[in-house]
């Protein structure tokens, strides 16, 4: 989705987004069979020379490894593979294993005890061949080259979307010489200034859903936005409740305390490290957010909301996100190196 603050401006800035988006897509992604992770993947084991944005991808997803001590791990690709999650999210449905309508009703069925505050049947564990090894994996920026260790797949979707949506954000300012807002898939990034009281943004579990469905309505001035659910991105591997968020401790769905969490930084790479680091963290990650200043919004199985950071408390209407202080919008970031850092 493409938001801009001049409508006249919409046509450059929607082609320089489509122009970002391409590119990235045939960098980073894991379902296309001529992209470069997937010859990355393909020839692991050995130094394979590739594009520079790759690079770029791969050295951010390292960089939150190392921040959130592993907890997010670009290296788990088998372990997504082995849950299932082996081709495009809207082909999950019609893969062969498994009757398109059973996958509906499962589906459906989260859906619904998740609206109960209910959380779906825990997804069975799963064992990799091979463990997390981010930190086996060799990136040579100066010969362009990525060595990643023999077996090991990566998949850059905890941070390479929320990247993509930063950058789109930013060419699309560029382009239309205005501001602009880039959703991906609920992960949201502003470039340029926003419009007079901020963007309003419909926080909930599903950024598919309409403005009756439960959750906060804020508004979002710059930096960027992340919201990671376990509720709504599931489906039915041999009869088991699958979703997207890999623990690396144990190469598996992780059974989350949290079913939905919402985070605001700098950008949205940062928002969404924090976000996926903090499914995984699950009881811990209160404090772990806190520690890094950031505004958060964790929502509990039963419902229970939990804001921290500066995060406005549900009410009414629109709000704005504030820092701690209350006199200006949020604009902690979590740096890809560790550590909080305070942009000016």
């Not at 084991?45 to 951010?60: H, K, Q, S, W």
């Not at 419909?202 to 990671?228: E, K, N």
């Not at 408390?313 to 209350?326: F, I, K, N, T």
Request: charged share 25%.
């Amino acid at each position: 989705m493409l938001r801009v603050t001049d409508p006249a401006a919409l046509a450059p800035a929607r082609a320089a987004v489509e122009l970002e988006l391409a590119a990235i897509d045939r960098a980073c992604s894991r379902f296309r069979k001529d992209s470069e992770l997937t010859r990355l993947n393909a020839r692991s084991g050995r130094p394979v020379r590739v594009d520079p944005l790759l690079v770029d991808a791969l050295e951010i997803a390292l960089g939150a490894a190392r921040l959130t001590c592993g907890d997010v791990d670009p290296t788990i690709g088998r372990a997504l593979e082995l849950a299932g999650y082996d081709r495009d999210w809207h082909a999950l449905a019609a893969r062969g294993r498994e009757p398109a309508a059973r996958g509906r009703e499962q589906a459906a069925r989260g859906r619904e005890q998740a609206a109960r505050g209910l959380e779906p049947a825990a997804p069975v564990t799963v064992t990799a061949r091979v463990r997390p090894a981010w930190q086996q994996v060799h990136v040579d920026r100066d010969a362009c080259t990525i060595r990643v260790p023999a077996g090991v797949r990566i998949d850059l979707g905890a941070t390479a979307k929320a990247w993509a949506a930063d950058r789109a954000a930013r060419s699309a300012a560029r382009a239309g010489a205005c501001g602009a807002l880039v959703s991906i898939g609920g992960d949201i990034a502003i470039g340029g200034s926003a419009p007079r009281g901020g963007w309003l943004v419909r926080v909930t579990d599903d950024h598919r859903s309409d403005p009756s469905a439960p959750g906060q309505t804020v508004a979002v001035l710059d930096g960027g936005l992340a919201t990671s659910s376990t509720a709504v991105r599931r489906w039915s591997q041999r009869g088991a409740a699958m979703h997207h968020i890999i623990d690396p401790r144990t190469a598996s769905p992780v059974k989350s305390s949290w079913r939905t969490v919402s985070v605001a930084a700098a950008d949205c790479t940062q928002a969404n490290i924090a976000t996926t680091a903090a499914i995984v963290r699950r009881a811990a990650a209160p404090a772990w957010l806190e520690s890094l200043g950031l505004p958060a919004r964790l929502v509990d199985w039963s419902g229970r909301i939990t804001t921290l950071g500066g995060w406005p408390a549900p009410a009414p209407g629109a709000v704005q996100l504030r820092d701690a202080s209350g006199s200006g919008p949020a604009r902690e970031e979590v740096s890809p190196t560790g550590g909080k850092a305070r942009a000016a």
